[in-house]
């Protein structure tokens, strides 16, 4: 079996290595505007997501709710709950910092391309994973900085509640609305150039990357993770993954729906969206020095989902074509 190398994950290596590298241009100090282009960058990312969400579709999937449930429980409730599970073994700031991380990781939602692209592959239940996907962001808007001021607000003083939602509207919340208010107009344009906007959105992501982690290098916060930290990271990821796919699989079997439903929940009620954690990141954690290690578990996880579900839905190809 061949598996093919995702050219995003290998352009977030690339990044961090820039950042590495010439971690000067996306300091405070920098010339470079790179805060105000990923400032107008995510509000324009939001803007063609509003713009690709139809209403009518949106409507008609509300129709198989067990399995609309089963997904959005498992993004907000499951992965958060097992994370919570490792907090009362935190025993120093350097742990908190990481264990944060992954909070951040298990309260995002989930993520719509891959989702959509793995369960056609998988033959599953695509226009359910369309809905799913899409209405994952909309709830995570909400339903993840919730999760996080239960926690960020103890580590960062200057946490202003009130300050991250109003940069939440402003910046997500109203370009969506835009976005759908003029879906009728400019939908089927946006369709037709949606390769084009996918590369403006994974810009925008890698710019927004560099930037954290150039801050990160600057001010030294990678000294504190070694090697066997960043081990340990990746293991966790995937043991995360692992228990919340069986799960899935597991509750989704027990609420008694069919193959190609079971195939959706498993792989949108597993998958993180790196496009929502970078633009959270943004406005949650603002100039935190750690924001680096903070994204790091994230795309460790967007490189793990990519690989493992790639291999399973092969898998259930290769299975069902011989049924």
């Excluded at 300091?27 to 139809?54: A, D, R």
């Excluded at 409507?59 to 089963?70: E, F, R, S």
């Excluded at 009130?162 to 509207?169: A, G, M, P, R, S």
Aim: net charge positive; hydrophobic share 55%.
């Amino acid at each position: 079996m061949k598996i093919k190398i995702d050219k995003f994950v290998v352009s977030i290596i690339i990044t961090i290595l820039i950042a590495y590298i010439f971690p000067q241009w996306g300091t405070q100090e920098s010339k470079v505007p790179i805060n105000t282009i990923s400032t107008i960058g995510i509000s324009l990312i939001f803007f063609f997501y509003g713009l690709k969400l139809s209403p009518s579709k949106l409507k008609a999937g509300l129709k198989n709710w067990k399995l609309h449930i089963l997904v959005q429980l498992s993004t907000f409730l499951i992965f958060p709950l097992l994370v919570l599970l490792l907090r009362p073994f935190i025993q120093n700031s350097a742990q908190e910092t990481i264990w944060l991380a992954f909070f951040f990781l298990a309260a995002l939602p989930s993520t719509v391309s891959s989702s959509v692209v793995m369960v056609s592959l998988a033959k599953g239940n695509i226009p359910a994973a369309i809905f799913n996907a899409s209405i994952s962001g909309i709830i995570g808007i909400v339903i993840t900085p919730l999760w996080m001021g239960l926690f960020v607000n103890e580590m960062q003083t200057d946490f202003n509640f009130t300050e991250i939602y109003l940069k939440l509207i402003l910046q997500i919340i109203v370009p969506v609305i835009i976005g759908l208010l003029l879906q009728r107009f400019l939908g089927n344009f946006i369709q037709k150039h949606n390769s084009k906007l996918t590369f403006f959105d994974k810009s925008i992501i890698l710019l927004i990357i560099y930037k954290s982690f150039a801050e990160s290098f600057e001010g030294n916060i990678f000294s504190t993770v070694s090697f066997l930290d960043l081990s340990l990271i990746l293991v966790g990821v995937v043991i995360l993954f692992s228990i919340a796919f069986y799960l899935t699989g597991f509750l989704s079997k027990k609420l008694q729906l069919n193959t190609e439903d079971q195939i959706t929940a498993q792989f949108c009620g597993t998958k993180k969206s790196l496009v929502h954690g970078t633009v959270f990141s943004k406005i949650i954690f603002g100039n935190m020095a750690s924001i680096g290690i903070l994204l790091l578990p994230l795309m460790l996880f967007h490189a793990t989902q990519i690989l493992i579900i790639s291999i399973v839905a092969t898998k259930k190809v290769a299975k069902n074509s011989n049924l």
